[in-house]
């Protein structure tokens, strides 16, 4: 039973304009949600994060947004670059002493020149 | 600053070998984790550490071993090697519980 949940394995955008990346999760004890970025035979890196208690929380051109109500959210990258292109993953961390990290699957994001 | 080494990076081993994958770190931190990447199901913890001799397992344990006698050093061992275990696995570390993991650049392990 996979608790978060990144329902497109790939996304392809033209340089300049907005990628949007979405993820879903079903447990209601995850409190802080980050999203990773993977290039090819490295490690993930960290990208950007959030808490419950916001709605939003922006980084330069990165934007991750929460509905948790819908136990939604999703990362907005504007204007997206060719280096943007890599797999970016979804996690979450439950509230408590463990707070281990539940990943997503991950998104391919092509940005096209 | 070295951060998260992770050694080797390649690896072929035979069914029922054992061996050991190396994760070491340099920031101090307190958090070590071990995950493995198989294609379409993301990071999946395996191990993890809060501090120097203290463990436990994460969401696929079985198969794999990890000891923390240093702050620095969290390797994974696996007892006898399966094909199932064919994977890339990611050490990572963070200095609390409430900051983002710092991850190593991988191990690409083949069982055959």
């Known amino acids: 039973d996979q608790q978060v949940k990144q329902n497109s394995p790939s996304l392809s955008v033209q340089e300049g304009r907005i990628s949007i990346l979405n993820c879903d999760y079903t447990n209601s004890m995850f409190d802080y949600f980050l999203w990773y970025k993977k290039y090819p035979a490295e490690g993930p890196t960290f990208l950007i994060s959030i808490s419950s208690i916001k709605d939003k929380n922006e980084d330069g051109r990165f934007t991750v947004f929460l509905n948790k109500s819908a136990k939604h959210l999703s990362l907005h990258i504007v204007p997206s670059q060719p280096g943007d292109s890599a797999v970016y993953f979804c996690a979450a961390m439950p509230s408590g002493s463990a707070r281990q990290l539940t990943f997503g699957s991950g998104t391919q994001l092509t940005v096209l020149p | 600053n070295a951060g998260v080494t992770q050694t080797p990076k390649f690896q072929v081993l035979k069914t029922g070998q054992s061996m050991t994958l190396q994760c070491a770190q340099d920031?101090?931190?307190?958090?070590m984790s071990w995950y493995r990447q198989d294609p379409g199901m993301g990071l999946r913890l395996i191990h993890y550490?809060?501090?120097?001799?203290?463990?436990d397992q994460g969401e696929v344990p079985n198969g794999y071993n990890v000891s923390r006698s240093t702050t620095e050093d969290f390797p994974l061992r696996l007892l006898s090697a399966a094909p199932s275990q064919t994977s890339v696995y990611f050490c990572?570390?963070?200095?609390?519980?409430?900051?983002?993991?710092?991850f190593g650049d991988g191990t690409r392990l083949s069982i055959l």
């Open positions: 920031m101090n931190h307190e958090y």
């Open positions: 990572a570390s963070r200095l609390t519980g409430n900051q983002p993991q710092h």
């Open positions: 550490s809060v501090g120097a001799g203290i463990t």
